[in-house]
């Protein structure tokens, strides 16, 4: 693989995406959005023990962050190209496929340093005192990223663009309200509740406030509720992925 033309595609991806003003507004804006609102604004029921909101909001803001680029903007991108007719000539070209693939990784994770270092920043203006460890926290992301970018290339790959850009938002919009960002996933129902945490917005949301806590200890069902999705969506996009 010529790393050389991988890192120039990732640099074309990189700036479509922030060119995209729907794109800055869903990795960006919303997140931003959500998390200065509600921590100023005391509307959130709040779990036990948590008095400030932005220390329950961060880690959910954070995760939905991931979420957004990973699975709905990857996947919407990735949709129009595959219908236009653009995959299929990049892919035919000297940069090849797997490349092709390595770069637009490239750019999901470019894009989650940039919304990790805003999202950060703003919540520690807010308040936010993270403890705990960066690293594991990092390494439930790439996890996550993993299983989020499966989803999002099994709908670009299998629905027409069009479909896919409303089955990515209403995807986006489901695990928002049931991944315990903005509010805590006991006060669903029990049934609710349960298969929400089966689900991988509820277990990365789970497993960065379990990381950024001052135990730093990450809950082993939520990490393996990550694990199999990042191991069984990508798999059954490649399976699925159509390329024309």
Do not use: C, H
């Amino acid at each position: 693989m010529n790393l050389a033309a991988v890192a120039a595609q990732a640099r074309v991806e990189l700036t479509l995406t922030l060119r995209r003003g729907e794109s800055l507004l869903l990795t960006l804006g919303i997140p931003v959005g959500l998390l200065v609102f509600f921590s100023l604004v005391s509307v959130l029921p709040l779990p036990p023990g948590v008095t400030e909101p932005v220390d329950f909001l961060a880690p959910g803001i954070l995760a939905l962050a991931v979420m957004s680029t990973a699975m709905v903007s990857l996947a919407i991108a990735t949709g129009f190209e595959r219908q236009y007719g653009v995959l299929k000539r990049l892919g035919s070209t000297p940069l090849g496929r797997p490349a092709l693939l390595a770069s637009k990784t490239a750019a999901v994770v470019a894009i989650e340093v940039l919304q990790v270092a805003v999202l950060v920043a703003v919540a520690v203006v807010l308040g936010w005192r993270p403890e705990g460890s960066a690293v594991l926290a990092a390494a439930v992301m790439v996890l996550a990223t993993v299983g989020f970018a499966g989803l999002g290339l099994l709908m670009a790959g299998t629905l027409r663009a069009e479909v896919t850009l409303a089955a990515a938002n209403g995807l986006y919009l489901v695990l928002l309200l049931l991944g315990g960002m903005v509010f805590p996933l006991d006060r669903l129902p029990a049934a609710l509740e349960a298969l929400a945490r089966l689900l991988p917005a509820a277990a990365l949301a789970d497993a960065l406030d379990a990381a950024l806590s001052s135990t730093g200890t990450l809950p082993a069902g939520a990490v393996a509720v990550l694990a199999a999705w990042a191991v069984a969506a990508p798999a059954l996009a490649a399976w699925r992925f159509r390329w024309e």
